[in-house]
């Protein structure tokens, strides 16, 4: 059975500052995905980034970037330039390929705060 | 504005009452989901549909009953729940429900509060 496992329930960063938010899981999956969601107090889950576990590299989209470390089973969130906007709980996942999108596996996710 | 459209927002329901929660998307997506989320953890899966046919029921109990009527409508019948079904329920939908080059796109919830 596959686990995800995000072990900071909650971090803080001032405004403009960069963060990292850790993720990893476990699974004998070869081909799978991972994805970071944002879920802020407006309560919709949106999605961040997506990583492919065949690619090498590593995601980025805008300020968000992930830190893909296959062997080691990590999977990190990093984000620049921090926003007030980013405060929200954030949601690591994990999908096996060829699998039902009904069986994403969520971490417990970690509460970010953003501090002015 | 999410592309998911759920309604109420808020509802607060007596354990003998009878409610439905509504979600509608246009995105032509073909897959659609309802999770239930407690206060600070994650959406857990309730069900899934796909091309109008429940293909994922994760052992909800029979006093939730998911309708799907056409491509673009899932509801979320309630009846005599209890206070523990007190939660955020999530509707959420994608292309299709295998994949993940089109991941799943989330409505604002439904904030249900069971007196």
């Known amino acids: 059975a596959q686990t995800v496992t995000q072990s900071q329930p909650e971090m803080s960063v001032q405004e403009a500052e960069t963060v990292t938010l850790s993720c990893t899981y476990d699974?004998?999956?070869?081909?799978?995905?991972l994805f970071w969601y944002k879920q802020p107090p407006s309560r919709q889950m949106i999605l961040v980034i997506r990583?492919?576990?065949?690619?090498?590299q590593n995601a980025t989209e805008n300020r968000f970037s992930v830190n893909f470390q296959k062997a080691a089973k990590s999977f990190s969130l990093k984000i620049s330039d921090s926003q007030l906007g980013d405060t929200a709980m954030y949601f690591c996942?994990?999908?096996?390929?060829?699998?039902?999108?009904?069986?994403?596996?969520f971490g417990k996710g970690t509460k970010l705060s953003v501090k002015p | 504005d999410t592309e998911v459209t759920q309604t109420p927002k808020h509802l607060v329901m007596g354990m003998t009452n009878k409610k439905s929660l509504k979600c509608e998307q246009h995105?032509?997506?073909?897959?659609m989901y309802w999770y239930k989320q407690k206060a600070k953890k994650p959406p857990e899966l309730m069900f899934v549909?796909?091309?109008?046919?429940?293909?994922i029921n994760e052992s909800v109990p029979s006093r939730f009953s998911p309708e799907c009527p056409n491509s673009s409508l899932l509801n979320l019948h309630l009846h005599a729940l209890q206070p523990e079904d007190s939660a955020l329920y999530l509707c959420?939908?994608?292309?299709?429900?295998?994949?993940?080059?089109?991941?799943?796109?989330f409505g604002d919830g439904t904030r249900l509060s069971i007196l």
């Open positions: 990583q492919e576990a065949y690619k090498q």
């Open positions: 996942a994990f999908m096996k390929h060829g699998g039902s999108q009904g069986n994403l596996i």
């Open positions: 549909y796909s091309y109008e046919k429940l293909s």
């Open positions: 959420a939908s994608s292309l299709e429900d295998r994949g993940a080059n089109q991941p799943q796109h």
């Open positions: 699974t004998s999956e070869n081909n799978y995905y």
């Open positions: 995105m032509g997506h073909r897959a």
